[in-house]
């Protein structure tokens, strides 16, 4: 296997795909051919001329003393291959290397000249297609013995789909059962075929239907599927793509009756082949399409090209492509996978063929080739060209100690994106209708009940309508309020798909959903919105929610966020074809990238993550198929959902409290701050300063929201304006429906306010002076101003006022998530077999084990807050003795809002230089950042200390490990005039220097002041795609226009943890929320009992029936049993080691 193969000079096969020659970026020399697809025939025969003196002078040259000249590599194809846009694309980038040149075979050469007069090259890519003559192209490899990169005599193999299985057999890779059906032409009658209605028997072998047929000669594309009569009968006609058609259905049941076939078993795929592209033996660009079998419409994207996924390929998958690249002797190759019975098999081997479309297979696919070539050849023809070091196999970066440590474990956990207004209505009901409904989706196992599924809200539609006709003879005022809920519930379900994105259609469950809650006695108490009910009895109370899905903007901040992530994987220094972060690119591809993507089962969380996963892998195309592909859905355990309906009993205590210090009309004492802000938090201190009197504050939103709401009643009126378009498609109208429900349920009946509003007014505003600014209505920066200090007071004491109660709920949301971050961390170092190369088939990989393990997890605000609390108030460290973890946590108390975007980042790296048992093996770093840039930030921004990964710190600035020397004294940020934005394509943030705050890749301008008066180091000022800075007058509020904030950079928390550190602190809080969860147990149930008779609806009791046992569900979600899978039990003990198989079982696979 690894010998080299016949035609590659020895070495050829190993290894290549990184690092490159000198690289630089004249125009491409092509010496025949031009960069066009059409080709212009005066210009070819000058450019024959042309390569004929060459001839000449190479021979001259050849005698005399060994000079450096140009490599040539000749293309010999026919011309609708050598001039595609691929192979033009691919050459492009070839000829920056310096010391290579690219001549084009023209064809009438190549179709009518003797091989003795085809042009000189050194190294020869030729590859057979319809009408080439590939008896001349061998006579002229034997004449000239060029380098080449794909053996010419395999390619006759190709052809022969009954050798292509022999060898695929032959090197052991699982192919479909298949048997040779072996026709003479002249008596095709003479054949060991026996055919029955649903079987046929080749010599002897049984294929019983559906199977495929295929005939011998692979240039042949009529592949016919014949499928059994249970399912109808009759079989799909395969062939190559016409339009939009690539098969079609026909009745015919019975087989071909001349003409040799294979015949072979249909593998049951999902609908889709993967097409799998290599490069060499290590490098592979996996894509998948729609199975032409499924119904033979092409998909095709909104420029016309098929639709094709990204696809990872699996362990097992790499080693195929390792094999079939090797076995057929073709250096660039593409075949076909069929993945079934979560088993993949070789169908089809197809010899020379590029990726459609892809940038970055053009960028790898050139460089792979580039170095191989240069490999061989350069040392012949004495040009200085020293190979690579294996510079991105693996990540390895220099440290602060001066070691060279190794990336080993990226974890990252974000917020979604920018998403419109979150809008919610509650009503109580009782028609045995909804009961019918409730019970026919077995609400009565939990209680509960979530319809989000189109036909269940048609339902729920349905009984809406019928309801509003029987109440429509009435007229009381109660029933007017019913009417008006159910008119609002009526024109939200039937909402037209226009306001919903596209690729939901009607009636998206990620758009909307309504929630049914039992309530045994009725609702408690009139709160806001419902007024006192006399009746008694049980009823349902009904929450319809919509809204809050992915904007443009939001998809566009996660694409850049996806794209700047990229630069904190070390290796991609090369400024190769102009764009950062090649380093986790080429990981990816050579398969030492171990990446998982969990969302939240929320729409716009898991839009979001394929939008990220987007910019991170450089995809191409639509988020659909990416997340289908890429994202999986963790809403199991707890992991990153939270039922925030149900609330732990400690927030609901904590809610009470804010509202009574909230309702108070006088200006804050000095108890109230106590009250308020015990952590005495700057950016609640600053709000309050703000705020003075709540109560008065809160008149003046409600007089702000009464303005803003008669403003857009005159704009109603007017013709001119009452149907604009606003930003992603809504209109005035619906915006009015939006304020005028704030205006009614912000002030309640008896003249308070509602202070649980505030995140939605806050929410609101800050999506109208964002994206529909161009609507010039008054006042709104005001509104802005003062709900969001409020909100900055309300949001974040919602998740607990003193530290233990932000602990305390912290651990309620979080404990899943902190144990799989555990596991994360521990496995990198336990090596398993996910997604490596056969630790035979690496050599020249320093460590060829190695991989980046990344896990990237997107989840809403919740989970954001609660995971932030953990690591500020759970003791990670002590902030007497650790300065940095100070600075840390001051500047972290600063920041008032976690913005859409927000992220943690934890790295891991392992230095091979240290004992492996030694608590320096292993060294993690915490960085944060708090999201997308606000409407007016910039002056009150905290500033931290930048990103500082322990790679970009350089030994001799650094005093020691703990602490931080005053960065002020370096030179500022007015280094870098703010003026020259230096664009995000052009320039590779990736010099790895002592400040390379690497993750500064969208943020154009920040402040040289920060909070505390020290200078802050941004390094890289970058324009994000539109404007980084939001100025609220600026922007149309139309989709498309409206501005798209930046985001913050990563600051660094902590640069200088242990692994044991941090495993030991997740495991302690893991398990102080297990027992102090079993001790409130008696005393939560003796409550609930004597609230209501039956436990079965008692609200909170967590999930764990010992103090010991930790708990796998957050304790906030309810103990119903039906409902939860046994696997969602834990049974290990924390403190016996936890491996993925112990009792800790994440449901979903790792």
Known sequence: MSQPCDGLRPGAGEGEGEGQGRVHQDAPRFLVGSEDDEQDRGQMEAGMKNEMFREEEMEDEDDGSPSERQIMVGICAMMKKSNSKPMTQILDRLCKFDYIDVVIFPEEVILEEPVEKWPLCDCLISFHSKGFPLDKAVEYAKLRNPLLINDLNMQYFIQDRREVYRILQEEGIDLPRYAVLNRDPDNPEECNLVEAEDHVEVNGEVFPKPFVEKPVCAEDHNVYIYYPTSAGGGSQRLFRKIGSRSSVYSPESSVRKTGSYIYEEFMPTDGTDVKVYTVGPDYAHAEARKSPALDGKVERDSEGK???????????????????????????????????????????VNGFSFVKNSMKYYDDCAKVLGNMVMRELAPQFHIPWSIPMEAEDIPIVPTTSGTMMELRCVIAIIRHGDRTPKQKMKMEVRHPLFFELFEKYGGYKSGKLKLKKPKQLQEVLDIARLLLVELGQHNDCEIEEKKSKLEQLKTVLEMESSLIDTQYGHFSGINRKVQLTYLRNGQPKASSEEEDSKKDGPSLLLVLKWGGELTPAGRVQAEELGRAFRCMYPGGQGDYAGFPGCGLLRLHSTYRHDLKIYASDEGRVQMT??????????????????LVQMVKSANMNGLLDSDSDSLTDCQQKVKARLHEIMQKDQEFTQEDYQKLAPTGSPSLVNSMDVLQNPVKTCDKVYALIQNLNSQIRKRLEDPKSSDLQLYHSETLELMLQRWSKLERDFRMKNGRYDISKIPDIYDCIKYDTQHNASLGLEETLELFRLSRALADIIIPQEYGISKAEKLDIAQAYCVPLMKKIQLDLQRTHEDEAVNKLHPLYSRGVMSPGRHVRTRLYFTSESHVHSLLSVFRYGGLLNEEKDQQWKQAMDYLSAVSELNYMTQIVIMLYEDNNKDPSSEERFHVELHFSPGVKGCEDEENVPLGFGFRPASSENQDKKPNQGSLEDLSQDQPDQALPVSEPINIQRRSPMIRNRKTGSMEVLSETSPTQSSKGSTSHRLFPSCSRQSPEIKPTSGLGFEGCSMVPSIYPLETLHNSLSLKQVDEFLNAMCESSSEVHAKTMKALSGLFDSQSQTSLYSPQQPLSSSGSETSLRPPSQPLWHGSIPSSAVSSAGPSSPITESSGLNFSFSE
Do not use: W
């Open 306 to 348: 098929e639709i094709r996924y990204p696809v990872m390929l699996t362990a097992m998958e790499k080693l195929v492509a390792r094999k079939v690249c090797m076995a057929f002797k073709q250096t660039v190759c593409g075949f076909d996978l069929l993945r079934a019975n979560g088993h993949s098999f070789v169908c089809d």
């Open 609 to 626: 993550a394929a939008a990220f996963a987007k910019g991170l892998l450089a995809l191409e195309g639509e988020l659909t198929p990416i």
